[in-house]
C-alpha cells in the first residue's frame, strides 16, 4: 500500500464517503490512486468552496467534512474556508498536497509553509515524513476535529509521501499531551447552579451553537420547560430550540429579536449555554446584564469570562451538564413569580413582532424569506451566505430542528451559503436545501453552479438582487449620512442568463407570490434552480449601531399595515 492508498483507507475506516476537491501539481499521485477507488469525489470550481461545502457536509450531518487541495496557492485558496470552520466550531480536515520534502524551504514551485499559515485557524496540523505515519494521522485527525470544541485540522502530505510504500497499517491514535477536554462538568457546581435556579424570578436561556454540536436541543427543552425560562439563541444557535415554541424568543445581538434585546436585561439569572458572547451577540458589554447573576456552561474552558463576567462557570459538554442539571431540578415547582414573567415575556413577544407589509414591488426580503418559510418543511435546510440576506433569513426564518439553518457567524465569510448548501446536500440527500444569498456573495462564487449541474445536485440558489453590496451599503447610509462609496453594482449581470449558461435553469422573481410557486415548483421535481428575486435595494434592518447597548436598536420596519 502506498501512502495515498493509506489516505483512502484511512478515510474510508472513518466513515468518509464523500471529499470535495481540486487536483493539481502536488496532489496527482493521490489522484491517481483514487482513479481506481470506490470513494466519492466532488471536483468544485475553486478550492475555498472545497473547504465550505466540507463544512456544510459537517454542519448538517454531525459528521467530519473532508476537503483537498493542491500545495501553494491550490492550499493557501482553502484558508478562508479553514477559518471560517475554526470560528464556527465545525469539524473539517482539510489535506493538502506539498512540494517533495528535500524541497521544502527552498521555495520551490508552488510551495507554502501552509502549517505555519494556518496554525491560529487550526486546531491542530500534521505532516507525515514517512508513509506508515499516515493511517495514525488520519485517525488522530478525527478523532482530534471531533471531541471537546470541533474544528479544523490540516494534513499537508508531500509528494513522495504520497507514493512511498508501507512497511504496515498502523492506525493507532497518536497521543496528544495536554489535549484532555473536560465533558462532565463539575457536579458541586451544577448543584450550585441548581441553587441559583431555584432563586430565581426572571430567568432566561441564552443558547449557542454548543448545544447544537452535542446534540443537547432535546435537554435544553427539558431545562427550559421545567424552570418555564424564555430562550434566545445565537445566530449559529437558531434550531437549538423549535422558534415556533411560546418559549422562543428567536435571535439575540445586533440584529436580534427586539424582544430579546430588549428583555435581557430584565432578567435576573441568565443561563448560557454553549455559546461564546461574541461582540455581535452582546452589544456594549459594559450595559449587558449587569444586574444579572450569569449561568456559563460551555465545553472550552477560555471561552468562560472572556467576554461577560460570569457568576456561575461550568466546564463540559452541554449535553452532559444539562442532563446532569435536569435530573437535579426534578419535583422542582414553577413560582408565581416565574409564571408571571414568562407571561409577560410571551405577551411582549407577540406585541414586538415585526409588522411589515407583504405586497410592495420592488419586493421586500421579508416577503421573500415568508414565501420560503411557508413552503419548507422542518427537515428542509436553509443555508445562508452573509450580510443582509443573512440575516433577513435570521430574523424571519424560524427555525424547527437543529442542523437546519447553517451560515457563517464568526468569520462573516461572503460566498459561503452556496458552496455550503452543496456539502449540505450530499450529507442530507433527502431534504430540500435552499441556499440564500446576496448578489455581491454569490458573484464570488456562481462557478459552482457548475458543480451542481455535473453532479446532478437539486440545489435551490436563491439570489437576493438589490444590486448593492446590502449591509455595507446599509451602514453607509445610517452611519455615513448616505455616501456610498464602491457599494452599488452600476451593471450586475443577467442571473438568469448565468445560470442558463452553466445549463440550469433559472427564474426571474418581481413580484409576490411568484417565489412561493417557483420554489414549491423545484421542490416537487427535485430538481437544480435559480431563482434571481429582485427586491427593494432601500430596505433596511433595525440594528444596533457599532458602540450601542443591547437594547439601543435603530431604524424601524416601515408600518403601513398591521400585518405581521
Given at each position: 500500500m502506498r501512502g495515498g492508498e493509506a489516505i483512502i483507507e484511512s478515510l474510508k475506516n472513518m466513515g468518509v464517503k464523500t471529499i470535495f476537491g481540486y487536483p493539481g501539481g502536488q496532489t496527482i499521485p493521490f489522484y491517481d490512486m483514487l482513479y481506481d477507488s470506490d470513494m466519492e469525489h466532488i471536483l468544485v470550481r475553486h478550492e475555498q468552496c472545497a473547504a465550505h461545502a466540507a463544512d456544510g457536509y459537517a454542519r448538517a450531518s454531525g459528521k467530519v467534512g473532508v476537503c483537498l487541495a493542491t500545495s501553494g496557492p491550490g492550499a493557501t485558496n482553502l484558508v478562508t474556508g479553514i477559518a471560517t470552520a475554526y470560528m464556527d466550531s465545525s469539524p473539517i480536515i482539510a489535506i493538502t498536497g506539498q512540494v517533495p520534502t528535500h524541497l521544502i524551504g527552498n521555495d520551490a514551485f508552488q510551495e507554502a509553509d501552509i502549517i505555519g499559515i494556518t496554525m491560529p485557524i487550526t486546531k491542530h496540523s500534521f505532516q507525515p515524513k514517512d508513509p506508515d505515519l499516515i493511517p495514525s494521522m488520519v485517525k488522530s485527525s478525527f478523532e482530534i476535529a471531533a471531541s471537546g470544541r470541533p474544528g479544523p485540522i490540516v494534513i499537508d502530505v508531500p509528494k513522495e509521501v504520497q507514493e512511498g510504500e508501507l512497511t504496515k497499517f498502523d492506525d493507532s491514535l497518536i497521543s496528544t499531551p495536554g489535549y484532555s477536554p473536560n465533558t462532565k462538568g463539575n457536579i458541586r457546581q451544577i448543584k450550585k447552579a441548581h441553587n441559583l435556579i431555584k432563586q430565581a424570578k426572571k430567568p432566561m436561556i441564552l443558547a449557542g451553537a454548543g448545544v447544537i454540536i452535542s446534540n443537547a436541543c432535546c435537554e435544553l427543552k427539558e431545562l427550559s420547560d421545567t424552570i418555564n425560562a424564555p430562550v434566545m439563541t445565537s445566530l449559529l444557535g437558531k434550531g437549538a430550540i423549535d422558534e415556533t415554541s411560546d418559549l422562543a424568543l428567536g435571535m439575540l445581538g445586533m440584529h436580534g429579536r427586539k424582544v430579546s434585546n430588549d428583555y435581557i436585561n430584565e432578567s435576573d439569572l441568565l443561563i448560557a449555554i454553549g455559546i461564546r458572547f461574541s461582540d455581535r451577540t452582546t452589544?456594549?458589554?459594559?450595559?449587558?446584564?449587569?444586574?444579572?447573576?450569569?449561568?456559563?456552561?460551555?465545553?472550552?474552558?477560555?471561552?468562560?469570562?472572556?467576554?461577560?463576567?460570569?457568576?456561575?462557570?461550568?466546564?463540559?459538554?452541554?449535553?452532559?451538564?444539562?442532563?446532569?442539571?435536569?435530573?437535579?431540578?426534578?419535583?422542582?415547582?414553577?413560582?408565581?413569580?416565574?409564571?408571571?414573567?414568562?407571561n409577560m415575556i410571551k405577551e411582549k413577544k407577540k406585541d414586538l413582532l415585526p409588522r411589515v407589509t407583504y405586497n410592495d414591488v420592488p419586493l421586500k426580503p421579508q416577503t421573500v424569506i415568508k414565501e420560503i418559510a411557508e413552503v419548507l418543511t422542518p427537515e428542509s435546510i436553509l443555508t445562508t451566505d452573509v450580510g443582509q440576506n443573512?440575516?433577513?433569513?435570521?430574523?424571519?426564518?424560524?427555525?424547527?430542528?437543529?442542523?437546519?439553518?447553517?451560515?457563517?457567524?464568526?468569520?462573516?465569510t461572503m460566498g459561503f451559503g452556496f458552496p455550503s448548501a452543496i456539502g449540505a446536500k450530499v450529507a442530507c440527500p433527502d431534504d430540500p436545501v435552499v441556499s440564500i444569498n446576496g448578489d455581491g456573495g454569490f458573484l464570488m462564487v456562481c462557478q459552482e453552479l457548475a458543480t451542481v449541474h455535473d453532479y446532478d445536485l437539486p440545489v435551490i440558489a436563491v439570489v437576493l438582487e438589490n444590486r448593492t453590496l446590502g449591509m455595507v451599503y446599509q451602514w453607509q447610509t445610517l452611519l455615513y449620512n448616505n455616501r456610498h462609496s464602491q457599494t452599488e453594482f452600476k451593471d450586475s449581470p443577467d442571473f438568469v442568463k448565468l445560470a442558463e449558461s452553466f445549463k440550469i435553469n433559472a427564474e426571474r422573481i418581481t413580484k409576490p407570490g411568484e417565489t412561493k410557486e417557483a420554489l414549491t415548483s423545484a421542490i416537487k421535481d427535485n430538481e437544480s434552480i435559480l431563482l434571481d428575486i429582485v427586491i427593494d435595494s432601500e430596505e433596511a434592518l433595525p440594528m444596533l449601531p457599532p458602540g450601542a447597548g443591547i437594547n439601543e436598536m435603530i431604524g424601524e420596519y416601515k408600518l403601513e399595515k398591521d400585518v405581521i
Open positions: 452589544g456594549r458589554l459594559d450595559s449587558f446584564v449587569q444586574d444579572t447573576k450569569v449561568i456559563h456552561i460551555d465545553i472550552d474552558p477560555a471561552e468562560i469570562g472572556k467576554n461577560v463576567d460570569v457568576d456561575l462557570p461550568i466546564v463540559g459538554d452541554a449535553k452532559n451538564v444539562l442532563s446532569s442539571l435536569n435530573k437535579s431540578l426534578k419535583g422542582y415547582e414553577v413560582s408565581g413569580d416565574v409564571k408571571s414573567w414568562a443573512q440575516m433577513w433569513a435570521a430574523h424571519f426564518y424560524d427555525t424547527q430542528k437543529p442542523r437546519k439553518f447553517i451560515s457563517s457567524g464568526g468569520l462573516g
